[in-house]
């Protein structure tokens, strides 16, 4: 097999590691780019091209995560993962530990890692790796590795998030949510929402924003019957869609353009997060972007 064709079966797999590491899909697509810019310029083959490969792409993104932490500490409002609309790694044995780990919430949570320590755990609760290519990779000693395991793990479960585990039963309850939502119908959208539901949007100070947060049943129902008559007389369509595999939905104006990307998380019957992600920057790997602040005039009407 030639290098590019050892890349290519393997490029799922290098994407989907950087992309849990860093939370962005340009920054592990570029770290996925270089990694095989390295591999092709080695001049000895590797006895594992997996090994390698998967070394490099890890070592890239912990230094991108550590850059990015500086850029994440001054962002303008509450940050968010990129959107993620397909996992291109499947791998039926580690299907669970590959759809827990995609989340926004659980995103959310490995921010709070230090960049080793996401790697660590990244490549060992979710991959499989073993402890000797997991030293490997991020250059520390296999005792170091179990620690970094450890104290991971220990982070990630005291806030690890739930689900319902029926995806047909969360997929309808967002299907009504979404059509609540662009009915404005106020008693339908509370009786779908937790009474300590958060909603979060993401808009990086570059699109129109209500609140960057907004905490309670009561606050959220106010503002999504506000947003809701908008979408509708802009035209838009709401296109429900998995996100992170999570039931969602991608927001689109007149033309067909994205405008936002929106993931439910859904327990007990009832949608206890919205995470919105506005910030044209985040959504460009999802399609041709819209003007959302001319649709935002465009719905508003003359004088909006």
């Known amino acids: 097999m030639t290098k590019p064709e050892e890349f290519q079966e393997l490029r799922p797999l290098l994407f989907s590691i950087a992309y849990r590491i860093l939370g962005s899909v340009g920054e592990a697509e570029d770290a996925v780019q270089e990694a095989w810019l390295r591999y092709e310029s080695a001049s000895v083959r590797p006895g594992s091209t997996k090994a390698f490969l998967s070394t490099v792409v890890t070592r890239i993104s912990i230094d991108v995560l550590r850059s990015a932490r500086v850029r994440r500490e001054a962002y303008a409002g509450p940050w968010l993962p990129e959107p993620l609309l397909t996992d291109p790694y499947e791998d039926p044995v580690r299907s669970a530990e590959l759809a827990d780990s995609l989340s926004m919430a659980a995103l959310l949570l490995l921010e709070r890692l230090t960049p080793l320590e996401r790697a660590v755990f990244v490549l060992r609760e979710v991959f499989a790796f073993g402890f ?77 924003q209500v609140k960057p947060v907004v905490v309670g049943v009561e606050h959220v129902v106010r503002v999504l019957a506000a947003f809701g008559p908008l979408v509708v007389r802009g035209a838009g369509a709401v296109e429900p869609q998995l996100v992170n595999g999570q039931p969602g939905a991608i927001f689109r104006d007149r033309h067909g353009q994205v405008l936002s990307a929106w993931a439910l998380d859904v327990l007990g019957g009832r949608i206890q997060a919205i995470r919105a992600v506005n910030n044209p920057d985040k959504l460009r790997h999802v399609g ?6 001319e649709t935002l005039r465009e719905a508003n009407g003359p004088g909006g």
């Open 132 to 208: 000797p290519e997991i030293a490997s990779a991020v250059g520390r000693s296999e005792a170091a590795c179990h620690q970094l395991a450890v104290r991971a793990r220990r982070h990630m479960e005291s806030g690890r998030p739930r689900f319902d585990a029926d995806r047909k039963e969360r997929e309808e309850l967002a299907e009504r949510f979404f059509d609540a939502f662009r009915d404005g119908d106020v008693d339908a959208l509370a009786e779908l929402l937790a009474s300590d539901v958060r909603m979060t949007g993401d808009s990086g100070g570059k699109a129109p």
């Open 288 to 293: 041709p972007l819209a003007d959302a602040w």
